[in-house]
């Protein structure tokens, strides 16, 4: 059987009828059998399959497109899929271009925001994403301006080329950058700026420094404090050295705005920076624009944690009240979240070679207030903070 006999087939009539009542059922594992069994009594077992695994997906896809009741997906196509800001984030870097392809382009996210105003190229070796990503766009609105062909991006004449985005697929689920475990390997990614090409290129979040080349930027990306990606963008599209981007807001800061900051003991509030903020390295930059309200500090020189007096109110960090501050102790740690009347703890560990889950074991809470535990370091020594949220 054809690998996108699927797709023709929730296309059709039949299969479009079929999505339609799924999308006003309960897909709850306890009631999935009993709904099966009266949908196969009307549709093939097949189609009533891949119908419950496209209802499925998306769901998920809510979170990631505004019309993914109307677009066909993938799990994994799914799970590497940009969201629609982090692709219109991608597609702004173009914005002086007339075209650009969209190699590896999947079931077409950042396609789809790339056609947008302008003419896209997508290319896929998968023939069912490369399906996917015209379907997803025609549903978006921009099928006229993105084509899609099934092709290996790598053995492509991109002569014609100006400018590129690439997601290559990645071997491992693991987060971090691994060596050869991305197909295109990062090498023929960036090589394609030695050809003239503008390039942007999608990876892992824990991609090392030490891979981007020289003249290249290097933007980490978070939404809602997660972080999600990490992108290279060549020469031609580059604006900074490092840059932490956050989403959905679209704030930016680089690394340009790094200022040495002092080193002294936690104060009464502490600045948990957003994730992106951490990687990128431009915490610093951080604390010199709060330090326009006052005196901002860090707790030590190799940890992304500023303190303050003053609730420092920034939206690349979260503000917490220290209430209580010493050297790490578990029995004094307890004794101070039992007089603090603690009954829950977030614990963050930055610079503390602590296992969080042992001391989560051993604490044994009974009070009623949530609080966060910083695990860390201060001028050196191991450090714990009690916070609260101000």
């Known amino acids: 059987m054809d690998a996108t006999w699927w797709i023709d087939a929730l296309r059709s009539p039949r299969g479009q009828a079929l999505l339609e009542l ?38 998920r896809a809510r979170a990631k497109f505004s019309r993914a009741d109307r677009m066909l997906f993938t799990q994994a196509g799914l799970e590497q899929a940009s969201s629609e800001r982090m692709a219109a984030a991608h597609a702004a870097r173009f914005r002086e271009y007339s075209s650009v392809a969209d190699l590896c382009t999947g079931i077409g996210g950042d396609l789809i925001a790339l056609a947008n105003g302008r003419s896209a190229l997508g290319v896929d070796l ?34 014609d080329i100006q400018a590129a985005f690439v997601d290559p697929a990645r071997r491992s689920n693991d987060r971090r950058y691994r060596v050869g475990m991305s197909d295109p390997p990062l090498s023929w990614c960036t090589a394609l700026a030695d050809r003239g090409v503008a390039v942007g290129i999608k990876a892992a979040p824990g991609l090392p420094e030490d891979v981007v080349p020289d003249g290249w930027e ?30 959905p807001e679209g704030l930016t800061m680089t690394d340009e705005e790094n200022v040495q900051l002092a080193v002294n003991a936690p104060g009464r509030y502490l600045l948990d920076p957003d994730p992106a903020v951490t990687r990128a ?25 500023l303190s303050a007096d003053f609730p420092m109110d920034t939206p690349f960090g979260r503000t917490l009240r220290i209430e209580a501050s010493m050297p ?16 829950s703890v977030d614990i963050r ?16 809470l009974t009070g009623s207030r949530p609080a966060t535990v910083a695990l860390t370091r201060a001028a050196g020594k191991p450090w714990m903070l009690v916070c609260f949220a101000p």
Do not use: M
Request: proline residues 2%; contains cysteine.
């Open 126 to 159: 998968d023939p069912v994403h490369a399906r996917l990503a015209q379907i997803n766009a025609d549903v978006n609105g921009v099928g006229a301006t993105a084509s899609v062909v099934c092709a290996d991006a790598t053995q492509l004449r991109l002569d």
């Open 328 to 343: 790490w102790n578990l029995g004094k740690l307890r004794e101070a979240l039992r007089s603090l009347d603690v009954g």
């Open 22 to 59: 799924l999308a006003n059922e309960s897909l709850a594992t306890e009631a999935e059998l009993g709904l099966i069994t009266r949908l196969r009594r009307d549709y093939p077992a097949e189609l009533v399959a891949a119908a419950i695994t496209q209802a499925r997906l998306r769901v």
């Open 349 to 364: 560990k930055r610079g503390s070679a602590v296992d969080v889950e042992e001391v989560q074991k051993k604490l044994k």
């Open 218 to 247: 290097l933007e980490f990306v978070s939404e809602r404090r997660e972080l999600k990606e990490s992108v290279l963008w060549s020469p031609r599209l580059t604006t900074a050295r490092r840059r932490a981007t956050l989403l």
């Open 281 to 305: 390295g431009v915490v610093e930059g951080v604390g010199a624009r709060l330090s326009e309200r006052g005196d901002v500090w860090k707790i030590d020189e190799q940890i992304a944690f």
